[in-house]
């Protein structure tokens, strides 16, 4: 199965268009959505397909740069077959690292581990089975952040990283290595985004009295806690938690948003549109 | 706006086909849902578009009938700036009867109530603002059933009503009725079916100990309480609760479940799929 | 039944005084809450019980004070068969203020509204039927907001109003105004807080690119958006949402939110703690 | 920390007595949750105490077992610090193994799994860390089962457990395994109870076309399905969904549920009251 992702100006026909020319390349369209956001005149379209003739992806790729370049559309094309190569990151929680590794060894997530990267050496983990997945400890102090983030660059282009994951990565990155991963390095952050950026959000939470905590995994970009918005959801607390227990009811909420918000990505269901995102839910 | 659902064999090209049509006969489409059924081989379409030049609807509506002809698709094609023409039905909980017509009275259902019916005279609805809409009182007993059900068609056709809505009408509709609205008569069940069938699910729910409670709104079968489900949701409930409690709890959902699937239907987001629905919600 | 709310500095034993105090006064108890803060050594308790001789009422509220003031404890004692006195206020949007006086009206809110206060006309607010409860149009403008304020002290002051409930009245109370009303003011803001403080929060929200929204029901202090939060809920959006439609998804988020949080402060399940609450839910 | 549970017919002065007795004792009562059942005239208490003073345990259990015996209640008390001891039962899926597993590990569930028991050998959990609990592989057939339950009762009692989860094991127990058990073995079951009894119950789900699925913790008894239910809680689900996706889908909520239901369970929060059960959430 492929999946193509366009965006370009809202113009009458473009439906016509592509769905002509995958009928023609003998695409047989699975999903199609498109949005059309009347405020800024962006088109949005995902559609999944089949090839009968799987020699004939050459020529449609063609096709497809030429149709995109006359409707100045940004436009990515996966083959779904093909897992992309993900790194994980982490430090010393280790929830959403588990949930996503049990994830993609039952064939839930369809990507391919290339390395796991922590702040912290292996033991903090514990006994963690890590499927063989190799591990690196890249330890960071404000002095070296430079040169711990060249180390994560070169280990990200050397195993042809495709998408990064902070699965609970407590460092922040720096703006440049933020901007050079731009849409292609998802966050989880331990609260309901805008509420209770910076740190230890459940603490604030807790402070506030708020009825509900949440967790919010978006893209990172150079403004801290402000990246786009992939998925959030929330649990509800009452006045007799305490810290520890948000924490524990935290957990949850994070790996469910962040194994959601992954599988999107994965599944070409999410386009950047600025500080927002369109999100295509299975 | 118009929007425009159908049905059929899946084959290639249907998506192709139908936007070449609509962009040649100038419309735009503003939002495109469909899904392949794999194990029956069905394909399922709605598109909504307005069209830059009112003129060509006739000419639109006689290509669109020799496409379905050749497909071999059921279809409709909905002019969404006329309302449809609704009649409303209750008995003595008039919940989901206020809360509908608070949403057409502030512009967010886009429906025409024709008819209110009542198997329980106007009083019992005591001081409830009808907003003029015409009030009939249809009594019914066990042997007058016949008569009553043929007043209540009568008033269906000499209104031009469209859908029909037990909205907490406590009556069982004859086969003959049900056969004859199917797919235009919405039911709201308080229960989450299929649990809790029949009398009393309220009741039925506290005995079983159940932790949640639900609502269902389906289209109206012969078959009771099996009809194709349009939405459902639930609310948490606990040990302490009564009958009288969850009575009170299931009026929010009742209400809310109600409205949704009234929207859905009116916006021609429902599509029977024998006794299942395909939903694209908004 | 009686309603018991008391909290006091955590000390052994006084669970058991109070309901060793009720069982010789003859009171039987039907429901007890409490918590113990550990950060702040502060104990709350809530206790419903019923009175087998009401005659008795007299000689338990002294042994009540006695108790109190032995444990310099801050507690409050309703007869729940006297419905609590009730002021709304309300601007143009409407659907809050409709759901509280249907859920009052079908015995679901156990309160007395004295009277309904806005700052526009009674034209405003159309056909609404308001049971016959006096309606005020207190109009409001920067240079007259003392002299509005001080009408609605008066008129506070002269129902005997117990609890003033902003039911979408879009004006800020003064600071003065707030301090008298503390932990007696109950408002509804339109978004889950702590995001999206201050005015147009669905707007924001947009702009933010969140995937949830939520209402947030809480006391009214001096400090805007700050007060002590009772309740909240979100909704689930996605990107195709506009202002519009998430406003229209707010509605029913924003009156389900305003009825629990007025049904619990009617009921005495909530204690204030400070910036926070204390909420015992049923 | 100490966990009393108890229950007996309503009469006036049990909290007095109950609490009482604890502050006499030394007690210093941390949570305390009672209910009343009107129509069986049942009173259920649960109440979490710390003694100032260890050495009194011995007196407070014999004063407690006097007063249980002039109310004629059923009473346990719990010394949480003693982990209880956890037998796990599982067959091919171990999503929810898995699950409780980390959640021990991680400090979340206090609990001492003392042996994991499978009808599929070691090697169909692949390379999952049991973390040196003594796994067994009780391979069982129609004609086999009452010896292999002879081998289950022996380890049951040989490793003193005190609570088995059937993690999606997929076996039904025998009548008199399920009577030795009662009350001391939760089952979870992949759909939302009454709905959908018995086997495949995502594909029953399927067919009957809801828009939620769920899941169901309960007790089991000798009447299948029909156990008392700690916990349940549901996923929205939608048209394009496939027995595969509602799989998937249902994984979620069942760790969920079935790690809620232990969780109450260990920290003594569920009482049986007849097919039904009291739980005291934190």
Chains 1, 2, 3, 4 share one sequence.
């Not at 938690?241 to 909420?253: A, C, S």
């Amino acid at each position: 199965m492929f999946v193509l992702c366009m965006t370009c100006n809202t113009r009458m026909g473009i439906v016509s268009r592509y769905s002509d020319l995958l009928f023609k390349a003998g695409g047989n369209i699975l999903e199609i959505n498109q949005y059309n956001e009347t405020d800024s005149g962006l088109f949005f379209m995902r559609i999944a397909f089949v090839l009968t003739d799987e020699s004939k992806q050459e020529t449609l790729t063609s096709e497809l740069t030429e149709l995109a370049t006359r409707l100045e559309a940004r436009w990515t094309l996966h083959d779904q077959t093909q897992p992309q190569r993900v790194l994980l990151m982490v430090s010393k929680f280790d929830h959403c690292l588990i949930d996503l590794l049990y994830r993609w060894r039952i064939g839930e997530l369809k990507m391919q581990p290339v390395a796991i990267v922590s702040n912290h050496p292996r033991e903090s983990l514990g006994a963690v089975d890590l499927y063989g997945i190799p591990f690196h400890h890249l330890r960071v102090t404000p002095t070296t952040k430079p040169q711990q983030e060249a180390r994560l660059l070169d280990l990200i282009q050397s195993t042809g990283t495709q998408l990064t994951v902070l699965a609970r990565y407590m460092q922040v990155l720096s703006d440049e290595m933020s901007t050079h991963l731009q849409g292609q390095c998802i966050n989880i952050h331990h609260s309901f985004l805008p509420g209770f950026k910076g740190a230890r959000p459940y603490l604030q939470a807790w402070k506030r009295g708020v009825k509900l905590i949440g967790a919010t995994a978006h893209y990172v970009t150079p403004d801290l806690d402000e990246g786009p918005i992939i998925e959030q959801d929330v649990e509800r607390i009452n006045h007799a938690d305490t810290e520890e227990t948000l924490i524990r009811k935290g957990r949850d909420v994070e790996r469910r948003v962040l194994a959601r918000a992954v599988r999107y990505h994965l599944q070409g269901r999410v386009i950047l549109n600025g500080a927002r995102t369109v999100v295509f839910p299975d």
